[in-house]
């Protein structure tokens, strides 16, 4: 009997040691257990999915997670991140990978492994194309990688041997120095372009970047008098859907506006008119996440188990609540106001959808 209790014990206390060190291990990965050092780079400002990998599993990050030495940080499609340590900023693009080589501030190193990575520091930064590490000195620069291929621009300061205007690129391994051409720059870069500070001498002047960002929003009435396509031109093209965000409701009702969120609305109310491509199958929702994360604007969601849908609490810091108790975002898709969630609405080819916010419960826009 004694020895029947004995072994019952023990088996116990295994069963506890077992559960302690799962507990562990998760809370290692999960970086409950990191102090947040000064100068050590934290991972932030996480839209959508964003998946690290670390100790050789992959999971979903957390805001403000401390990074370690040999994370991988992957965002997915739609999704954007923000890694920052001592004086130097990293933002990721949708789809880009970086493993960091070097969390701390002092020595600071990343490895770009694919996607678009925008990086902002005043301090000395190691940037890994290609295998290589080249330091980023006071620098804004624009990394690429692709597949076989990957560019460094320039913007300010100096990456390796590169100055402001100029781009290093790698074709196979072979490495090249040339001009900045601004045709090249991306949504991605362009945005980010226009988030630094005013006060870092760019090699493209405010007035340049305003034409950049005025190439790349196409004419709302070229848009209105193209001719409708034939089923035809839609079987050869990709897929694309007319995305527009628009807040004039709430810039006309400035008596009931947060005063706080009032700069936040254009004098003309519009936040955005862009063409996206989508494929087969994805929604008003996964649509809406790409627009936002390719322009940089701030999208918050909610998932309601209740009608097992997605509900949009704010586009660009405007959020349900800020023009009253009955205001908020709604959609409609050609003109037509659904009646269920924007995740649950599939889109087809030429589909216009358009997200305005309402301060009356839609009443004000027809809804």
């Not at 949708?94 to 080589?101: F, H, S």
Request: glycine share 10%; hydrophobic share 40%.
């Amino acid at each position: 009997m004694k020895k029947k209790q004995a072994a019952n014990i023990l088996a116990a206390a295994v069963a506890l040691l077992l559960v302690a060190a799962g507990v562990l291990t998760v809370g290692w990965m999960q970086g409950w257990f990191d102090k947040k050092e000064s100068g050590a780079a934290v991972l932030t400002e996480i839209r959508s999915v964003v998946r690290m990998e670390r100790g050789g599993v992959a999971y979903p990050v957390e805001e403000d997670t401390v990074l370690c030495a040999g994370d991988k940080i992957d965002c997915t499609s739609g999704a954007s991140a923000v890694v920052r340590a001592g004086g130097s900023t990293l933002t990721l693009g949708e789809n880009a990978a970086v493993t960091i080589t070097e969390p701390l501030a002092e020595g600071f190193e990343v490895q770009a492994v694919s996607g678009e990575i925008f990086v902002d520091t005043t301090d000395t930064a190691a940037l890994g194309p290609c295998g290589e590490v080249l330091a980023a000195s006071d620098a804004v620069a624009w990394v690429r990688a692709e597949s076989g291929a990957e560019s460094i621009a320039v913007l300010t300061g100096q990456v390796g041997e590169a100055e402001a205007e100029q781009i290093l690129s790698w074709q196979d391994g072979k490495q090249t120095i040339g001009a900045i051409s601004s045709d090249a720059f991306s949504d991605f870069a362009i945005v980010q372009l226009s988030h630094v500070d005013s006060a870092r001498k760019l090699c493209f002047t405010a007035e340049e970047l305003e034409q950049l960002q005025g190439d790349q929003q196409p004419a709302v009435q070229e848009n209105a008098d193209t001719e409708p396509e034939t089923a035809a031109s839609k079987a050869e093209n990709p897929a694309e859907s007319n995305v527009t965000a628009a807040a004039s409701e709430s810039s006309e009702n400035w008596d009931k506006i947060d005063s706080a969120k009032a700069g936040y609305v254009l004098s003309d109310g519009w936040i955005l008119y862009t063409t996206v491509s989508f494929e087969e199958g994805e929604t008003v929702f996964d649509v809406l996440q790409r627009a936002c994360s390719n322009y940089g604007i701030s999208l918050e969601y909610s998932w309601s188990p209740m009608y097992g849908d997605y509900y949009i609490e704010g586009i660009n810091n405007i959020y349900e609540f800020d023009c009253g108790s009955q205001s908020g975002w709604m959609y409609t898709v050609n003109g037509w106001f659904p009646n269920y969630g924007c995740s649950s609405y599939v889109l087809s080819n030429g589909d216009s959808v358009e997200w305005r916010y309402t301060c009356s419960s839609g009443a004000d826009i027809g809804g």
